[in-house]
């Protein structure tokens, strides 16, 4: 399994961005790059993924840098409610890539208010 | 919003006795998966199910569990005769396809095992 790297923690305030960055240095051309965050007491939920270019939806913005070996999920404006864990997650979508989600430890989001 | 749903939230038993962790999918999603997360310590995947047979599973998952859909909605996963290193939180998931489509949890039942 391909590995990602991120901070075991990081402190924000709320109402402000915030930057959550992942390494992935070893990731494969096939390789989309997922998030996922986990709050207190509840199962992982999933924020947002990519390949190359980056994305945002209604929760974060995805920003993959050119060469694929990092990457930032970014909280445009913290509240307390998105303090949890975020996991870097890379996943293989073509045939015989394997459906389950690797989990590291992640980074622990403390947004304080 | 349609989510996952596990029951029951907390589960105690005596060691060596069988358990059954129940989840409700989404109901359009084809793909199924168990993980597990001890106090503590990362989620670890267990074990995925699709078209009503298992295609993926850890080495965790030994012949001491096994999962069923016994009907279009239920998913579960039973622990035959338990231990005190499998009290965990169990996470159910699914999703609505393979590869990028996102995996849904449940939030999850608390096993204890006395």
């Not at chain 1, 996991?87 to 992640?106: A, H, M, N, W």
């Not at chain 2, 074990?47 to 239920?74: A, H, L, M, T, W």
């Not at chain 2, 035959?80 to 499998?86: A, F, G, I």
């Not at chain 2, 009290?87 to 949890?105: K, L």
């Amino acid at each position: 399994d391909a590995k990602t790297t991120q901070p075991n923690s990081m402190e924000s305030n709320e109402e402000e961005p915030v930057h959550l960055p992942c390494n992935h240095s070893t990731i494969s051309g096939t390789d989309y790059i997922h998030w996922y965050r986990q709050l207190p007491s509840q199962g992982p939920e999933y924020v947002i993924h990519g390949l190359t270019s980056n994305v945002n939806n209604r929760m974060a913005s995805l920003a993959i840098a050119e060469d694929r070996k990092s990457s930032t999920l970014i909280l445009h404006r913290a509240t307390l409610r998105d303090a949890a864990v975020y996991y870097c997650i890379l996943r293989d979508p073509t045939q015989g890539g394997s459906e389950k989600l690797v989990f590291g430890k992640g980074t622990k989001l403390t947004v304080n208010p | 919003e349609p989510e996952v749903t596990q029951t029951p939230s907390h589960q105690v038993t005596q060691m060596g006795q069988e358990v059954i962790l129940r989840c409700v999918p989404i109901s359009n999603h084809l793909y199924f998966y168990w993980y597990r997360q001890i106090l503590g310590q990362k989620v670890e995947f267990l074990v995925s199910f699709y078209n009503n047979e298992i295609s993926e599973k850890s080495e965790i998952f030994d012949d001491q569990f096994s999962v069923e859909r016994p009907d279009g909605s239920n998913f579960t996963l039973k622990i035959r005769s338990t231990k005190l290193e499998d009290s965990a939180m169990y996470f159910c998931a699914s999703s609505e396809g393979f590869g990028n489509q996102p995996q849904h949890f449940g939030d999850g039942t608390r096993l204890s095992i006395l």
